[in-house]
């Protein structure tokens, strides 16, 4: 009896099936991928709003007065010794205006 040889290897069939369940995978996570690090960016510059009203208040316990403007205290190496603080999002400072409150206004600067 003559035994046949049977060819051992990938069809082309069995291989567009993996590149497309591959796809399928990649369809899934890169967008899910994408808006976590949108969502790590607005976190980080909420973050940074919350240091820069600490620092203001800081700077009132150091002074007994508020600030007039924010460059008082973001520029200020004694609470930004690193630099004055960028907001990751948009990669632009602060607004610069204080609010009534003596905080940082981000009714134009919000994510």
């Keep these: 009896m003559v035994k046949s040889k049977k060819n051992k290897g990938v069809t082309l069939i069995e291989l567009l099936i993996v590149v497309l369940i591959l796809a399928a995978f990649a369809g899934i996570a890169v967008p899910r991928i994408s808006q976590s690090a949108a969502n790590a960016k607005a ?6 709003v919350n240091l820069i009203n600490s620092a203001i208040e800081q700077y009132y316990l150091d002074t007994t007065s508020y600030p007039y403007v924010l460059l008082q205290v973001t520029r200020s190496t004694v609470y930004f010794p690193d630099g004055e603080p960028i907001c990751p999002v948009t990669g632009t400072v602060y607004p610069m205006t204080l609010t009534s ?9 919000n994510h």
Aim: glycine share 0%; aromatic share 0%; net charge positive.
């Design 43 to 48: 976190r980080a510059c909420q973050t940074n």
């Design 101 to 109: 409150s003596k905080r940082v206004d981000t009714t134009l600067h």
